[in-house]
């Protein structure tokens, strides 16, 4: 099996920064993409910014030019930097990877989250 586990959330105020971490152990063969999603209470998780193994990157519209995620292969990590933060940023966010764990076997989950508030 794979574990992953978030941290690096706390309390900001706007206009701050943040840097998530996320890092994968277990079975790893090879991690392919890793993504970061968020769930605000009362609301559904969302996509936030994905990295593939090439690695190319996405972002949800509502983070570009302020977030940036990047990951070190080798120690199976991936963060999230997170500039210019506002109120409407915060909830808790998770990590999510797909794992190749050899033997034709795969893994996709998810982390426990880590609370991000951001205060006005």
């Known amino acids: 099996q794979v574990q992953l586990v978030e941290s690096g959330g706390g309390l900001v105020q706007a206009g701050g920064s943040l840097r998530l971490s996320c890092t994968a152990s277990?079975?790893?063969?090879?991690?392919?993409?890793m993504t970061w999603h968020r769930q605000a209470p009362g609301k559904q998780r969302e996509l936030v910014a994905a990295?593939?193994?090439?690695?190319?990157?996405n972002y949800a519209t509502f983070v570009k030019g302020r977030f940036t995620i990047s990951r070190d292969n080798a120690k199976n990590m991936v963060y999230l930097q997170m500039n210019s933060l506002k109120p409407d940023d915060t909830a808790v966010y998770y990590c999510?990877?797909?794992?190749?764990?050899?033997?034709?076997?795969?893994?996709?989950?998810w982390g426990q989250g880590t609370q991000v508030t951001v205060s006005s």
């Open positions: 277990g079975n790893i063969y090879k991690i392919h993409e």
């Open positions: 990295i593939s193994s090439g690695p190319t990157t």
């Open positions: 999510n990877a797909l794992v190749d764990m050899g033997y034709g076997s795969t893994w996709h989950g």
